[in-house]
């Protein structure tokens, strides 16, 4: 199984700065681990950085990258790479993850995630950035299977892939891990009309490191939105307990980037994971009697 110091029950949130108050406040036993985007916290410093140091210091604190490009063609930036290693040890971080992506081009960044040709080429290519990356941080990764609207190649084009083969390969070829987005599942398995299950199902467990469950949008019968900014929906709830079943529990992060509720709106739906994620456990020492 993928290495991770946090306990395979673990139930967390999203650290937004509009939440500081309130998970600053949390009774203890709210949530067990907060997600960040080092990017968003490198360097800050005033209330807004003692408020982080804070809660970096009374709970577990994972780390989303959202700027490496793992996919991008343009030269990793070894010096941001530094900061981040320094950063990622200060905070006591005990998992960093990164989008399988591309999101910068020779102009900078794009500010989207851009999905990457299914083929060996990319495979090659991004397994040899990631492998960069883990050296210069001094640490295992897992990277993040995104939503996407648009394939860059027909799947009867020549050498084409499909999206589980081309990220069982890379996990291989990099030696990393994987963060598993079951959103993400139900949104492509819509949009690109193909089975979550079959999907789910093809993923290594050995790898999965934790997982991410968010809201979307509908936007017709047959095209989802990946937006993080809604409740999460029936279909993903229900590919979650699957996914428990078929690999056992899995640290699990709930996403919220807009629309933000109030903090007990989302520890309700924290609740809801913590429920699955009983009825996983219930169910293994059933098994096991």
Not at 88 to 100: A, I, Q
Not at 250 to 269: A, I, K, Q, S, V
Request: charged share 20%; hydrophobic share 40%.
């Amino acid at each position: 199984m993928a290495a991770t110091a946090l306990p395979p029950t673990a139930a967390g949130l999203g650290l937004r700065r509009a939440l500081l108050g309130p998970l600053r406040a949390a009774p203890e036993g709210s949530f067990d681990f907060l997600e960040a985007a080092p990017e968003n916290w490198m360097g800050v410093g005033g209330a807004l950085g003692e408020a982080f140091d804070d809660l970096a210091a009374r709970h577990p604190i994972v780390c989303h990258g959202l700027s490496l490009s793992l996919g991008g063609t343009t030269p990793l930036d070894d010096l941001f790479l530094v900061r981040l290693r320094q950063f990622l040890d200060r905070t006591g971080c005990v998992l960093y993850s990164e989008h399988l992506s591309a999101c910068s081009d020779d102009r900078g960044q794009l500010y989207d995630l851009m999905p990457l040709p299914f083929n060996r080429g990319a495979i090659d290519h991004v397994s040899s950035r990631i492998r960069h990356v883990q050296d210069m941080l001094g640490r295992r990764i897992a990277v993040e299977n995104i939503s996407y609207y648009a394939t860059l190649l027909p799947a009867d084009s020549p050498g084409a892939m499909r999206e589980s083969d081309f990220i069982n390969e890379v996990l291989h070829r990099a030696d990393c891990d994987l963060l598993l987005d079951v959103n993400n599942i139900i949104v492509n398995a819509t949009n690109h009309r193909y089975d979550p299950l079959d999907f789910l199902h093809a993923m290594p467990g050995d790898r999965v490191a934790y997982l991410h469950v968010a809201g979307h949008y509908d936007e017709a019968e047959d095209l989802k939105i990946d937006t993080h900014g809604a409740p999460v929906s029936h279909p993903v709830w229900d590919l979650l307990a699957e996914t428990y079943r078929h690999f056992g529990p899995r640290p699990t992060l709930l996403e919220r980037d807009f629309n933000l509720p109030p903090l007990d709106e989302l520890l309700g739906e924290l609740a809801t994971v913590r429920t699955h994620l009983a009825a996983t456990g219930a169910a293994s020492r059933r098994d096991a009697a």
